[in-house]
């Protein structure tokens, strides 16, 4: 359930602010709406987050390192000499880039010194290196004047000798382009200052390295800060007013609006009362930024960790759907992955914490528990359709088939299944009914999403749109399993037990669609309900499309299913011929827990890519949910 909640104005005096701001902290009930706020303050302590967060970034982490309680203070010295620290290293590191580039540049030109050559030419003997194309120096000029150093299978370096002959300096100008630039230090100065720089930087990833024992203590000052910040911020971010006492003096005050749990309210009254607080209290408005806590049983609040790593919070005024979501993304969970063999693994997985948290009398982690409930219903699936590991069922004990439920078991194959209206004229395969386990989950999902509104909406009129979109509902249900699964089973001219099934649901689709167009728009008056229906007529008539769409979209359950089974047995019969020799049997080990493993994964982003998306939009849009809400976040120390 969604907590209710209470909207309050709290009013105090302006000199009063922080007394005020810690004695609500310290009362821990409250969620101050203000959101923004200003000052050196706030900027400092975000400077120092910054800061904290560069330290320990660059930290190395150590095993051995021995954890040391830091106060704010000494977190904030430790990490301005880590910054510190690593700004030398970064330019130990830029300067060890730059000479390395350079000796790349020169490798092939031995121990250059720039120094000799800036001798010869105090001496007077002009020279310069140059790394010439060999048809190029082939070609050279009788006048210029060169002494061949190397040679290589495309250029020649060699030494060139200015000497002043007259026509030299135009060819000695056509051979800039290939004229080496010398060094500002000799190769070997650059080598030696490349092992200080290397050596530099170990000395300063050891020194870094020092602190590991320090990322505790500094990530409690980053908490510290942010707490401080969070106080400043709803410090200056009160809305601030002068109230004329009389004609010779004002008084200050500030003001804040905030929500409470409904429950928490007499505390806050009290301390109201204690404290001479102005406090205001109102019904919350859909136009207020209610933030939603939900409260469920421990079965139910198993899906938290799903919800909160999607980041997923359902608005104050909308359902709170938390035990639908559990108990369908467990089924669809089961279906997408589908063989109990990996079901029983995953099981496995979360059996291993749990045993330890209870032997060592821990709470158990609640994610864990999520796991392994997963891996329950995939056992379950697995089971009900007989496929464990991607074997076949000619390879699997006769008990275990025997457990299967014939209709959508693989131990029947191919196997064709006549309903009896059909008198054996027309039938279903295995896969068939699979599709229609996999609507039906659809018609059930989506209408308790109209059941759940109908009843919100039981004491208006309106509640017969909703009523009329249930009937849609099951008209367009029979429609897709004539289109999409078999249309001789379900034909429109479907008679049982003398009832026109296929003209029924042709009916209440009709029926339905003229219920919802009248009411599902009211707001005191028909006539604006069907006038608001006709203007967006496109989208009322894309609203019945859209059925449809959603319940077919229930198919991709047994398609994903589907296709992680083709894989897995591909994977076995890789594997299979594999297993006569020894050598060859260990490739097929490798195989099947590579080819499984991968399996497994896909699965995985399967659930999140499909089988989430069924509860956070096909469902979520049959309750008219966006999902638009935020967490209530009491100030609290």
């Known amino acids: 359930m969604i907590v209710p909640m209470k909207k309050v104005s709290l009013i105090i005096l302006g000199d009063r602010k922080a007394e005020t701001l810690k004695k ?44 040391k309680d830091l106060t704010t203070a000494e977190a904030l010295a430790a990490a301005r000499e880590i910054a510190s620290l690593a700004e030398e290293r970064q330019v130990c590191q830029g300067e060890r880039i730059a000479l390395n580039s350079e000796l790349e540049r020169l490798k092939n030109w031995g121990d250059i010194d720039p120094r000799e050559i800036e001798n010869l030419v105090g001496k007077g003997v002009n020279v ?29 370096k060699c030494l060139l000798i200015k000497t002043g002959a007259e026509g030299e300096a135009e060819a000695v100008e056509a051979l800039d382009s290939f004229r080496l630039e010398l060094p500002k230090l000799s190769v070997a100065e650059m080598k030696r200052k490349t092992a200080e720089l290397s050596s530099r930087i170990e000395t300063i990833d050891e020194k870094i390295g020092s602190y590991a024992g320090c990322v505790a203590g500094m990530k409690n000052a980053i908490k510290a800060c942010e707490k401080e910040i969070e106080f400043e911020v709803y410090a200056t971010g ?70 909160d790593f999607l980041g997923t919070v359902p608005g104050y005024f909308e359902f709170d759907i938390s035990g639908w979501f559990l108990a369908f993304i467990l089924i669809f969970f089961g279906i997408i992955f589908g063989d109990g063999g990996y079901g029983l693994l995953i099981c496995t997985v979360a059996a ?3 045993i330890k948290s209870l032997i060592a009398k821990k709470p158990v982690s609640p994610t864990i528990l999520l796991v392994g409930l997963f891996g329950l219903s995939t056992v379950l699936w697995g089971t009900l359709t007989c496929t464990w590991f991607g074997l076949s069922p000619e390879q699997l004990p006769g008990w275990l088939k025997s457990l299967s439920i014939p209709l959508i078991s693989n131990v029947y194959g191919d196997t064709i299944w006549y309903p009896f209206w059909t008198n054996g004229t027309a039938g279903l395969t295995t896969a068939q009914n699979l599709q229609i386990f996999c609507f039906l989950l659809a018609l059930i999902q989506l209408t308790v999403a109209h059941i759940k509104v109908a009843l919100r909406n039981g004491k208006s009129i309106k509640v017969l749109g909703d009523i009329g979109s249930i009937l849609q509902l099951f008209g367009i249900f029979y429609l897709v399993l004539s289109l999409v699964v078999n249309a001789e089973v379900f034909s429109f001219g479907l008679v049982i037990g003398g009832i ?21 728009n009211y707001e005191g008056s028909i006539i604006k309900s069907i006038l608001s229906s006709l203007v967006n007529i496109v989208s009322v008539l894309l609203g ?3 059925v449809f769409s959603d319940i077919v979209s229930y198919i991709r359950l047994w398609a994903v299913g589907l296709a992680g089974a083709a894989i897995s047995a591909t994977v076995n019969e890789l594997a299979g ?25 896909l699965n995985i982003l399967s659930v999140i890519v499909h089988g989430i998306r069924l509860n956070t939009l096909e469902f979520s849009s049959h309750l008219d949910m966006s999902w638009s809400g935020h967490k209530f976040k009491p100030f609290e120390e």
């Open 577 to 601: 011929p594999l297993f006569g020799n020894f050598l060859f049997m260990i490739i097929a080990i490798v195989l099947l827990v590579f080819g499984h493993g991968l399996n497994m994964i």
């Open 544 to 546: 019945v499309v859209n």
């Open 238 to 307: 009160m809305a601030n007013a002068s109230l004329s006492a009389d004609d010779r003096s004002n008084v200050s005050v500030a003001y804040f609006k905030g929500f409470i749990e409904a429950d928490n309210l007499d505390k806050l009254k009290r301390a109201a009362k204690e404290n001479s607080w102005g406090l205001l209290i109102e019904e919350p408005c859909e136009e207020d930024n209610v933030p939603t806590k939900l409260k469920n049983n421990k079965f139910v609040s198993l899906i938290y960790p799903l919800t």
């Open 500 to 520: 026109p099934i296929g003209t029924v649901a042709i009916a209440l689709i009709g029926i339905g669609f003229c219920m919802s167009f009248v009411f599902s």
């Open 352 to 354: 291993i914490p749990i």
């Open 24 to 67: 609500l902290r310290k009362l821990g009930i409250l969620h101050i709406e203000i959101t923004e706020g200003h000052g050196d303050r706030i900027n400092e302590l975000t400077d120092n987050i910054s800061l904290l967060e560069n330290a320990v970034y660059h930290i190395e982490k150590s095993k051995n390192a021995e954890v």
């Open 128 to 156: 310069s290196l140059y790394d010439v194309p060999k048809a190029e120096y082939e070609g050279l000029d009788q006048r210029v004047k060169t002494i061949r150093l190397d040679a290589g299978k495309s250029t020649v």
